[in-house]
């Protein structure tokens, strides 16, 4: 390609004729949920070097259209069920197309205030779906929860913590944290210790009466607890911690309570938002709309009760800047940069302004609710079922069941697990992988997608009680 | 919108269709590189609500296209120098449709691997380019250069830097480096006093014998210096530090030296190469495609000298990763949230990828050239022009100019710029805002867009000229 034709948007339409029909032809729900390379197309792919002569784009957008975005695994399948899926919505790509053709500069005010009306609108539009004061709140999107969570500690350290207390810090949550909580630790520099584990019930739920009592235990010790983290929809079965409860105790100590709702925050849109009772009272709150709120990677946000302590934080100063900065601004005009740790970002809110727009919130509402009664469906489909117990109930869209054949020792059982889900992996059909509770392997499920059926969850359960049973009778294809 | 439609695609082509073409009408190079909201489309936005029921996207479409994506400051337009422009391929935005589509969980490697495969293949190179061992390095995308740079920031404190020894650890940068510099040492937890501001030589360039000098008397103050930054491109006047100096100084003290290339990096590209002269002895780079390589937002890198290091300041472990979990893993077959912040991330670098596949590295290295050439042009057209002085030489595509008439007060000079600059912003032709150099506000011109032309760049001028000419006729214009 000549440098003259680089630039040159006039090429763009032809091949949008004619490669979008191939790639909406992939979001058909008869195609496989998971697709993996084989061979042939891996070493094709490690082959294609960089060139000083360019090549048609034809041929290159075959190669992506046929190996590289078909053989992947389909986290908006509605069969995928691993991990937490991500259910998007048309509506949400006609956005990034938007996006992807008009560039704006999201984080600078001035430069795109169209954006930033509508973001600012949709982030205050959240927090007040979990109860904050929308007028007092802040916020701002992020790459993902990983990136939000991180950015929660940063404030909370910054409000609770002075920088000679450093080493004496610490954190409180349970095992059932995602593991972006760790790692935000690690990343600013606090030791693995500086986590005080908290106990969970037989619900996997914080125990508050264990919250206080280690926060006294470390204070004791001379420790600096600053930092509560609660989870609503864990990732591994989906419960949310008692977060009224843990409320009072941040209030009793003073210390700053984020709350990881990458998951499960999208049930305060839903008809079953009670089950977040008390998240108002939190301090932040992490949220995924790229998980379930039907939009595309990547679509997250941290949502702050008291969003003036964002500036405290996250401001930036320049020379280059003083041109747009705007003494008289108010704080829903605040430039994006000093807000948040992003000085560049994508417009990432504008897809889920227009999906509330273009849906209505009782469509949002409906869609989010199929995912809630979904998963209490697939849990009938293994009540009282022989040789399957159910080890975790629904939460969220979150099931875990496991296959314990009588006798069988814990290895065996856990290996089975695997088992299972790796055949059923080949199949194409659905996609749901292991985690681990209590030391033991379970077969995970996350159904949050509006378009998952009954007949889906039937024949996806029908398949698996069939491979249960060839196990049963044959326990050695395990080690085949 | 009902339940049933939120997830259908078919309805996306007409859409597409329909707006597509309105969309790209305004790339068009007579269309204003800036232009902002009245007061009635800011109210039509502000008043936006959102409502149980949804409303008809073309309604919506209307709007975005119309207020929102129209009234931006374009970035990418040819003839925008503000701040560092981001020249967009099509090519760029192509590839993001296609993400937005397929949505690949780009972080995991079994879950994508074809856009893992390719993606790795594209920071090797890019390394490479640099000058560093392609096998050995490492390095990830980030939404910017603020992530890039605060990524390598934990790179260096988890290399170089002990806890106990963190409130007397020491940073050098001088002024002419980036805010997201300071900015990465607060969001660590660093005081502003941890930063050790090195001088500048009359180029604006780092100096190395007070480089040198400032670690020597800071050990000697009980001090823990860990972390030179560099820079490759200064956001105000386009220099390069003096790279192989600053090197032979990270050696003699064993300390991280990372080089913010967000703008410059790119230079390794070009034919211009060897401004970059002593990069492939640094540490860490920070490079953003988004800025001079012709990549929609976001699109940046930190490239890492020895990719090994990031497994361990960026691993993350979890019960539910286990099942994706390959022992075996080489480096290049690692897990991205194993060596980077994020967990979720969009598939940024597969339209790097394409571009060079499709437009080849010749023209890339041409399309950067043109940068560097308009610049000199552009130097040439303030050369012995009266009542302006070039207050910085060429550097990158950047040039800095002030209009100073004689016998006018600094004040007044000072007021001039940001008038000057105003009222060419009113005209929407082009597009270019002031920065201040040794406490003097200047005329600050960034201008890598390969589609800005010669006969531009003299209109730019002779509009300039001519309102200079206005305003020392009737200096009072300023305060009008």
């Avoid at 763009?12 to 195609?31: A, F, G, Q, R, S």
């Avoid at 913590?161 to 600013?188: G, P, V």
């Amino acid at each position: 390609m000549s440098f003259d034709t680089l630039f040159n948007w006039n090429d763009m339409p032809d091949l949008l004729e004619k490669y979008l029909p191939i790639w909406l032809n992939e979001k058909t729900v008869d195609k496989p949920s998971v697709a993996n390379l084989n061979n042939e197309e891996r070493e094709r792919l490690k082959n294609l070097s960089f060139q000083d002569q360019g090549k048609d784009p034809n041929e290159i957008l075959d190669i992506m259209s046929n190996d590289v975005y078909k053989k992947l695994w389909k986290i908006d399948h509605p069969r995928n069920m691993a991990f937490v899926p991500s259910p998007v919505s048309p509506l949400s790509s006609i956005v990034e197309i938007c996006n992807s053709i008009f560039n704006p500069y999201a984080a600078g005010y001035e430069n795109s205030e169209g954006t930033n009306i509508l973001e600012n609108k949709t982030i205050r539009f959240l927090a007040g779906a979990l109860g904050y004061d929308e007028e007092q709140a802040g916020g701002f999107s992020t790459s993902g929860g990983s990136m939000a969570n991180f950015s929660a500690f940063i404030l909370a350290r910054d409000q609770k913590l002075k920088q000679e207390d450093f080493a004496k810090a610490r954190i409180y949550a349970t095992d059932q944290a995602h593991s972006s909580i760790a790692k935000a630790a690690r990343l600013l520099g606090f030791l693995p210790q500086q986590i005080t584990k908290v106990d969970t019930d037989d619900d996997f739920k914080m125990i508050p009466a264990d919250l206080r009592h280690k926060i006294l235990a470390d204070k004791e010790n001379g420790f600096c607890p600053f930092l509560i983290v609660a989870t609503a929809g864990t990732t591994n079965t989906g419960v949310v911690d008692p977060l009224s409860e843990i409320a009072d105790i941040r209030d009793e100590f003073n210390l700053w309570l984020h709350v990881d709702g990458a998951y499960g925050a999208s049930a305060a849109l839903s008809s079953y938002r009670s089950i977040l009772s008390g998240i108002e009272r939190t301090d932040s709150v992490t949220w995924d709309a790229h998980k379930w709120l039907f939009q595309t990677l990547s679509c997250s946000f941290l949502i702050v009760r008291d969003g003036k302590l964002l500036h405290n934080s996250f401001h930036s100063s320049a020379e280059y800047l003083e041109a747009v900065e705007d003494d008289n601004a108010t704080f829903a005009e605040t430039n994006g940069w000093d807000i948040s740790i992003e000085m560049t970002r994508p417009a990432r809110t504008m897809k889920l302004w227009f999906t509330f727009q273009v849906a209505g919130m009782e469509t949002i509402q409906k869609a989010l609710d199929h995912g809630f009664e979904s998963i209490v469906y697939l849990a009938k489909l293994f009540e009282n079922k022989k040789d399957w117990r159910i080890v975790s109930e629904p939460h969220m869209s979150t099931l875990n069941v496991r296959f314990e054949p009588e006798g069988w020792s814990k290895e065996m059982t856990d290996a089975a697990q695997v088992y299972l889900c790796d055949e059923n992996l080949k199949t194409g059909f659905a996609t749901y992988i292991t985690t681990k509770l209590l030391g033991d392997k379970v077969i995970r499920f996350c159904a949050p997608h509006p378009d998952l059926t009954k007949a889906d969850l039937e024949k996806i359960t029908i398949d698996l009680f069939e491979r249960g049973a060839e196990l049963k009778a044959n326990p050695d294809l395990i080690y085949d």
